[in-house]
């Protein structure tokens, strides 16, 4: 599975010095931050219908929306996916509510 998010990642690394006009990551890095948070938000937002609304291959299609606009933005803030992916490999074995409890203690 992480082999998607490594060549995700490459593209995205390719296509980020592209000419806006020609690329749509290259529009993204060009417009700046506030437009790949705005994307992130519209994603997350359109998967939260999606959930609503139950249809497995609408929410499917709107969570890889998300999750390639939270790629933009990993890559913008110069973090690599595999960060992510270790942070989740940190949490497995560990129970959710003390994982929660942990971070509120901070």
């Known amino acids: 599975m992480s082999d998607v ?23 993204l890095f060009h417009a700046g931050l506030d437009k790949i948070l705005k994307k992130v938000g519209e994603e997350a937002a359109e998967t939260l219908i999606a959930g609503k609304g139950g249809d497995p291959a609408q929410i499917v299609y709107e969570t890889a929306d998300l999750w ?29 509510v003390t994982e929660k409890a942990e971070r509120a203690a901070k």
């Open 5 to 27: 998010l490594e060549r995700l990642s490459q593209v995205i690394d390719e296509r980020r010095a592209a000419d806006p006009k020609d690329s749509y990551v290259a529009g």
């Open 68 to 96: 390639f606009h939270s790629m933009v933005l990993l890559k913008f803030k110069g973090i690599e996916p595999s960060a992510v992916l270790a942070e989740l490999e940190r949490r497995f074995g560990r129970s959710g």
